[in-house]
């Protein structure tokens, strides 16, 4: 599991010296140096301001508890990619994703194309995903001569859950951007999309990113067809210009409230040959009756972090029958959450006897799965922060139970996939306030 986070770290590093040669786009790096940029007349950004009485060391430990700033690489993809549109934008605000393939994070941006300053709730959990599965073409029938129609599935949207997701503006995350300035974050797709089946993130669908709140529709009826448009939006607004003075409702200007906007919405993304989910090979499957075991892990959407468990799985893969000596304190975890990596080991204890009731028989094709508390195997209030952890497992064996008259399995096996974990509340707000990164138009 070390090797996967650093073949992460590898990722992002190429990414940066790919585009060393260019200028970085990175002008800030935090949500509370943006707070305080914002008008010193706007109450929405006066909110944004860190609380004194939190001091500097707690300051200083948020600010080593926060994620790495987005890539500049991914920082001068988004800014490039803000100014390809050539649809009218509301208020002159693009916004932006860039997917970088199924284990990475992606990354989204909101940058002011206009010429006036607008106020902009830079929320990462008002992130929503429309999902156009790829299409899916029939067997054909013999007995008819035509060809069938790819069947269109229709769309899956991924966002968080409804206690999660925010129902009215964060006055800490409403940020002030002048024309030609924005604001950049990552973000993992997979948080959104836990508890989804089929899973929807595969090779050849197309996806939507939208932020904020969908619009109120008002339905019609002409010659017998049903017709939605857009009716009167109320609060909330993801963005609105900045003489709407922070949302605050009955301030006369009609003009103004109707140029408020509830929803941005990104250009689609097409996703690749790196979303093909093809199932890997077994491991060391030697020969057609050796025996190959293999391990998975799933997780799930919880509560909070006392709720959170782990499902593991050994399925034997092989040819032949194989013995297996299981105990939970065998399995050990290393956790990707939004505060960094971090290992789950219980520790056996070593002087404990063999128990033959532990020893299992597989045979080909049968399997096992164990449910653990995370909780209980891993360090306090490692799954405190809401949000999505990856998990990925480790078994170790290293007695056959020989004493016993069997010969079970002896070795290590690795989780290929993490399990996705998603902790919807916790002790800590939902994510650190120093993701996000400003970024200049031109710079």
């Given at each position: ?265 990104g250009s689609p993304l097409s996703l690749g040959a790196d979303f093909s989910n093809v199932p890997p090979p077994p491991h060391a499957a030697n020969g057609r009756d050796a025996p190959a075991l293999e391990l998975t892990i799933a997780g799930g959407d919880a509560t909070n972090e006392g709720a959170a468990v782990a499902t593991t799985t050994i399925t034997n893969r092989g040819g032949k029958k194989q013995d297996l000596y299981f105990r939970r304190e065998l399995v050990s ?111």
């Amino acid at each position: 599991m070390r090797a996967a986070s650093s073949a992460l770290s590898l990722v992002w590093s190429l990414l940066a010296l790919g585009c060393a040669g260019g200028k970085a786009a990175v002008v800030g790096s935090s949500s509370n140096e943006r707070a305080r940029e914002t008008a010193p007349d706007q109450p929405i950004s006066d909110a944004a301001a860190p609380d004194a009485a939190l001091g500097a060391e707690q300051d200083r430990a948020t600010a080593e508890l926060a994620p790495p700033a987005v890539d500049p690489a991914v920082s001068n993809a988004l800014l490039a990619k803000s100014g390809d549109g050539n649809n009218a934008a509301p208020l002159g605000l693009r916004f932006e994703v860039v997917e970088l393939g199924s284990e990475l994070p992606w990354g989204f941006t909101v940058v002011n194309r206009g010429t006036e300053a607008a106020v902009v709730d830079f929320d990462p959990r008002l992130l929503t995903l429309e999902i156009a599965p790829p299409e899916v073409i029939a067997a054909p029938n013999p007995k008819r001569s035509y060809k069938p129609k790819p069947k269109k599935a229709k769309p899956v949207l991924c966002r968080l859950p409804s206690d999660v997701a925010p129902a009215e503006v964060d006055p800490a995350l409403a940020v002030k951007l002048e024309p030609g300035s924005g604001l950049v974050e990552s973000f993992d797709p997979r948080l959104y999309c836990v508890g989804k089946a089929p899973w929807p993130l595969v090779q050849g669908a197309v996806v939507t990113p939208r932020l904020g709140w969908p619009e109120a529709m008002k339905v019609s009826w002409h010659g017998g067809k049903r017709e939605e448009k857009p009716g009167v939006q109320k609060d909330p607004f993801i963005a609105e210009p900045i003489e709407a003075s922070g949302s605050l409702p009955g301030n006369g200007l009609t003009e103004v409230n109707e140029r408020r906007v509830k929803q941005l919405v990104g250009s689609p993304l097409s996703l690749g040959a790196d979303f093909s989910n093809v199932p890997p090979p077994p491991h060391a499957a030697n020969g057609r009756d050796a025996p190959a075991l293999e391990l998975t892990i799933a997780g799930g959407d919880a509560t909070n972090e006392g709720a959170a468990v782990a499902t593991t799985t050994i399925t034997n893969r092989g040819g032949k029958k194989q013995d297996l000596y299981f105990r939970r304190e065998l399995v050990s975890y290393e956790v990707s959450g939004p505060d960094g990596v971090f290992e789950c080991d219980p520790e056996p204890d070593m002087r404990s006897p063999v128990d033959r009731s532990a020893i299992l028989t597989l045979r080909p094709g049968a399997k096992f799965s164990a449910v653990t508390r995370l909780i209980e195997m891993c360090p306090g209030h490692a799954f405190a922060r809401p949000g999505l952890y990856l998990v990925h497992a480790r078994f170790d064996s290293a007695d056959s139970g020989a004493d016993l008259g069997y010969q079970a399995f002896m070795g290590r096996l690795l989780s290929l996939k993490p399990a996705l974990v998603r902790i919807r509340e916790g002790e800590l707000p939902f994510t650190p306030l120093s993701n996000a990164v400003r970024v200049q138009v031109g710079q």
